[in-house]
């Protein structure tokens, strides 16, 4: 009989698991044991912070879990923050650990690696954390987190397993497969009724429905009915004339949705960082609205005529069958063109400068994914840019906001997409949280395109400082020479200023036919107040 | 005079002795920033919130006073929390105060909103509470100051909500009186001195606690013998005839443990990672004291028992046994014959590495501070390496976190500006934290890093071979660490034999920016 370590990695790679990030250890050797029969692809990060960032990007990009292994005490505390993330942002990501022997735990006996309550720790930023003590645990547990990982709202998961249950053996049940509830039909009639009597809905779709680009598009088509888009939402109606990928939190966009008679809002939660990212306190209001999310609780959470519990694909074809046949004219696409070109004024020259940046990158290299830190640029895209694919714009400047998350992730989605050009995004001060991971990409000679926006420290808390009379402090972190860092990491390396987007689409497009990784240094000078 | 409460608390931590801050700033705890310069506190900015919480852990171990961090709600506080839990292993004082947000039950999707932030931590250090009010501040950092002094030193975490850090406030109250700790006086410590007066071959086991002067002195003058851990190097100088050295975790001194007829362990867990072995291996009465009245009741069991500061304890008990006359039992060759016998088995289980131990050592001024990370090469130094002075080599002992030699050495250099510093990090433990080479670049540091490269995770490939694993994921491609820290504007070199790597060291002890000292393990001897 296999040992629970491998019958982990067996239990794996039945449902589906063809890649593991991680680090080994000491306590984690068991899980090592079987990886190489199993047909798994190991990634080394240099981190585990970066373990649990490429598990996201991963996630993200190939739409099933992603997957770390790293050891009991620091290595889990070092995946904390990466969870986190992936809690704001409904990413099922899978962090599996050792933990010390079933009878020292929690009688502080100094052992190696030991925390007061691990368990308890990762419970505080999972959706499910399982400890498999014995060999029959295994199965359930699996069972358990990958309900989570794959139905309702997603979210990280833990499993973490005992240094003396590591090598007792295991057997395994066959998988159980769950699936998402069916949508209550007679919600839908009425939600069709009210879509089909309004003279001028509109559409707030999120990062739930980015699996739902078709549907989403020939409802809003049948609609007539502009589609907003937060940030996880983007690249879902490029080019369309009903599409509007810029933030609710703008005024101009607040507008359109005020001035609705009916709001659909799909896959998103209404949150801070998408609607409200100036932080006034305020939200838009959504007249009569109707919402279609995937998790109860979060239907809970803000007041609507009706609350539809369901996938955002199923949900939006039901609906599109229940609409009466041909397409209404509700003057959407001028509603929709009115906002957009509102938005692009609203957002000024400088947010601007930067955008035509990006829509330079994406017009050189056409289907690229582009990973973001929280950087201007990305502050810029994220108000308003228009990817050309679907879940093909994430970043972390949204939800936890987690500096450092951009070069792991990045990683992560090109081993999701082999052969697909990825753009990294990062600042200076934010690359420095995570640079290490560049050797990461370096092994395994992904095609990511690094852009460093090399502003020199941490701008976007320099202007708020200063808008709040602080005398500023520790905004100038001294950026590496990034030409030295490439060479040392054995990447070529260019570079161009941030108000030439000829030249930065010149060289994206250079770079990405390496196939391998490569740094591209956009040099951005930085006046404070530039808005 | 009234300020913001962020503002307040800064000027609070000066008047209590903090003289510097590790943090980052960003939106949300920029008004605890508000109050750092005008306070006369120095800012040291470090590149990711791992990275300021071991500086702050250095910091502390190097200055006794609290190491003190600034993060951001969310995701700054998780990535400070592997430095919480490596100073709650090694029993730190370090202060967290973060921002966090004020409304996270009824309002998800906020920035940086984790589930329950103030519980997450918690789960990694003493205590994690959240003010709402200054007053509520101004208790909770007088608690933990109050703590630092009186109980085993552990991390404490504060949050205050934005709008809190935000609000005018009073200024803090001007410090109490600080707290003193339980002190060991004369009657308490009768019984051991009962013991000692009968034992023959009474052995003292220090740990990184027990930190007092008088050791020497008390034990030539008991004829004891004496064992250290890892962190209780250093404790008895150097050259004392009955030191068995820092031995624990060789498997036969429990032979020698067993042989003694008395033992005194002061100011140590007698933890797994001290050991590695269940039992100490004591067969005579066990003497414990330790400020911790939980490692007091743990499984070693001990027949006497003693809740005070080791330091009044050693002074207590060097009074009492002034006239003592030293007991007879050990030989000086005995304990001659076990150092060498163990040196030889180090050499033997890892070899080549004892051998730079040692050049190194010569090449080093007596009272330099080394912090060294998880890798092959500490674990080799740590064994043979005798330390003059106490508390002056640290390590990620307990907790065993990658990472943490590099910038807990840069609070260590930040804490004893002008004394030299040396950290000590393997290929992959180096890379955790490389980024931090900036912060030390920016502040200036005369850091010596000696880098052990050996390619790959040493330890972890020894591992599965014994495991019967065929060793994977193990060896990964290194970037040019030369390169790397001239990117950072830091200096390297990469000596072929033990004199050049001397030679490079003292340099940088001399420079006034970190170099990277970069070792192979073809070092050659000459």
Not at chain 1, 438 to 461: C, H, K, P, Q
Not at chain 2, 18 to 39: D, K, L, S, T, W
């Amino acid at each position: 009989m296999p040992t629970l370590g491998e019958a982990l990695v067996a239990g794996l790679a039945e449902r589906g698991v063809e890649c593991v990030f991680g680090i080994p250890g000491v306590h984690t050797i068991e899980l090592y044991r079987g990886l190489a029969a199993s047909g798994i692809r190991h990634v080394t990060p240099r981190h585990e912070q970066g373990a649990g960032f490429m598990a996201d990007g991963y996630a993200r990009v190939s739409g099933k879990p992603g997957v770390a292994f790293v050891i009991t005490g620091p290595g889990v505390t070092n995946t904390l923050t990466a969870m986190g993330q992936a809690r704001a942002d409904s990413i099922p990501i899978l962090t599996i650990s050792g933990v010390n022997r079933q009878s020292s735990l929690g009688q502080g006996l100094g052992h190696l690696h030991e925390l007061p309550d691990q368990l308890g720790m990762v419970a505080k930023v999972a959706l499910e954390a399982r400890q498999v003590r014995k060999g029959s645990d295994l199965s359930p547990a699996l069972d358990a987190v990958f309900e989570r990982l794959t139905t309702g709202r997603k979210g990280p998961c833990h499993i973490e397993i005992p240094l003396d249950a590591a090598r007792l053996p295991a057997a395994l049940n066959g998988p159980s497969i769950a699936n998402d509830p069916a949508p209550d039909p007679d919600l839908l009639d009425l939600a069709a009724e009210r879509l089909t009597s309004a003279s001028r809905p509109m559409i707030l779709a999120g990062g739930g429905a980015k699996a739902a680009a078709e549907t989403l598009k020939a409802l809003a088509e049948r609609l007539d009915a502009p589609v907003v888009q937060t940030v996880n939402a983007r690249g879902l109606m490029h080019g369309a004339a009903l599409s509007v990928p810029a933030s609710p939190s703008l005024t101009s966009v607040r507008s359109l949705i005020e001035e609705s008679d009916l709001v659909l809002a799909v896959g998103t939660e209404l949150g801070q960082t998408d609607y409200d990212m100036y932080a006034t306190g305020s939200m838009p209001r959504l007249p009569h609205l109707i919402r279609i999310d995937t998790c109860a609780e979060q239907l809970s959470r803000h007041p609507a005529t009706i609350a539809i519990h369901g996938d955002a694909a199923t949900c939006l074809a039901a609906l599109t069958q229940r609409l009466p046949g041909g397409n209404r004219a509700s003057g959407g696409a001028l509603r929709a063109a009115a906002a957009r070109n509102a938005a692009w004024q609203e957002i000024g020259p400088y947010m601007r400068g930067m955008v035509d940046m990006l829509d330079a990158a994406r017009d050189a290299v056409p289907g690229a994914i582009i990973v973001g830190d929280s950087t201007q640029p990305i502050y810029a895209g994220n108000l308003y840019y228009d990817h050309d694919r679907p879940g093909g714009w994430f970043n972390a400047a949204t939800g936890f906001g987690a500096l450092g998350y951009g070069i792991p992730a990045a990683i992560g989605a090109a081993i999701a997409a082999p052969g697909t050009p990825v753009f990294c995004i990062v600042g200076d001060g934010g690359a420095q949280f995570s640079l290490t991971e560049m050797m990461t990409a370096r092994d395994e000679n992904l095609g990511i395109v690094f852009v460093v926006w090399n502003s020199r420290g941490y701008r976007e808390i320099d202007s708020a400082m200063r808008e709040a009379e602080i005398a500023v402090v520790g905004c100038d972190p001294t950026p590496p020479d990034f030409a030295a860092i490439a060479a040392a990491y054995g990447m070529p390396y260019s570079h161009c200023a941030d108000n030439d987007p000829k030249a930065f689409a010149a060289l994206l497009a250079a770079a990405t036919k390496g196939h391998a990784p490569s740094i591209v240094e956009v040099q951005a000078p930085y006046t404070p107040n530039q808005n | 005079m009234k300020r913001p409460l962020g503002a307040q608390i800064s000027h609070m931590l000066r008047d209590r002795g903090v003289e510097v801050i590790f943090g980052i700033p960003g939106v949300h705890n920029q008004e605890m920033y508000r109050g750092i310069e005008e306070a006369g506190i120095a800012h040291v900015l470090a590149r990711h919130e791992q990275g300021a919480g071991f500086m702050a852990d250095g910091y502390a171990r190097a200055s006794g006073q609290p190491g003190v961090a600034y993060v951001i709600t969310g995701p700054g506080l998780c990535n400070i929390l592997t430095p919480m839990g490596q100073a709650w292993s090694d029993s730190v004082p370090m202060l967290v105060i973060s921002s966090c947000l004020d409304e996270t039950a009824a309002r998800r999707g906020q920035l940086h909103q984790m589930r329950d932030q103030r519980a997450a931590a918690a789960t990694v250090c003493d205590w994690s509470e959240e003010a709402r009010g200054a007053r509520a501040v101004y208790g909770l950092v007088e608690r933990a100051f109050d703590e630092f002094e009186t109980a085993r030193p552990r991390p404490k975490h504060i949050q205050v909500p934005v709008p809190v850090l935000e609000a005018e406030a009073d200024p803090a109250p001007f410090p109490n009186q600080p707290a003193r700790r339980a002190r060991a006086v004369p009657p308490e410590v009768g019984p051991v001195v009962s013991l000692l007066n009968l034992a023959r071959r009474p052995l003292f086991i220090l740990g990184g606690g027990a930190r007092s002067l008088l050791w020497r002195q008390i034990l030539t003058q008991l004829g004891a013998a004496v064992m250290t851990t890892y962190a209780g190097r250093g404790l008895v100088g150097l050259n004392y005839p009955l030191d068995f050295g820092a031995a624990l975790a060789r498997p036969s001194s429990a032979e020698v443990i067993a042989s003694a007829d008395l033992v005194v362990a002061v100011g140590t867990e007698l933890a797994e990672v001290d050991l590695w072995r269940p039992n100490l291996g004591h067969s005579a009465m066990l003497a414990r004291v330790d400020i911790d009245a939980g490692v007091l009741a743990d499984a070693q069991r001990a027949q006497v028992k003693l809740l005070a500061d080791a330091d009044s304890f050693a002074r207590a008990l060097g009074a009492a046994t002034e006239t003592a006359r030293p007991a007879t039992g050990w030989s000086r060759e005995e304990v001659a014959t076990a150092r060498a016998r163990w040196r030889a088995e180090v050499e033997a289980e890892r070899p080549g590495i004892a051998r730079v131990a040692d050049a190194l050592r010569a090449a080093l001024p007596h009272d330099t501070m080394i912090y060294s990370d998880m890798t092959q090469f500490a674990y080799v130094a740590k064994e043979v390496w005798d330390m003059a002075l106490p508390g002056h080599w640290h390590h990620p002992t307990g907790f065993g976190t990658l990472g943490y030699a590099l910038p807990a050495a840069i609070g260590g250099a930040v804490a004893r500006r002008g004394k030299p510093t040396l950290a000590i990090a393997g290929d992959y433990g180096f890379q955790y934290t490389v980024q931090e080479l900036g912060t030390a670049v920016e502040l200036g540091l005369p850091l010596p890093i000696i880098l052990w490269d050996n390619g790959k995770l040493g330890e972890i490939e020894d591992s599965m071979t014994r495991a019967q694993i065929a060793p994977n994921a193990v060896v990964a491609r290194n970037p040019d660490f030369v390169k790397l820290a001239e990117a950072y504007g830091a200096a390297a070199a990469a000596p072929a034999t033990l004199a050049d790597m001397q030679a490079e060291v003292v340099a940088a002890l001399s420079r006034p920016w970190p170099t990277l000292i970069r070792l192979t393990p073809d070092l050659r001897d000459a």
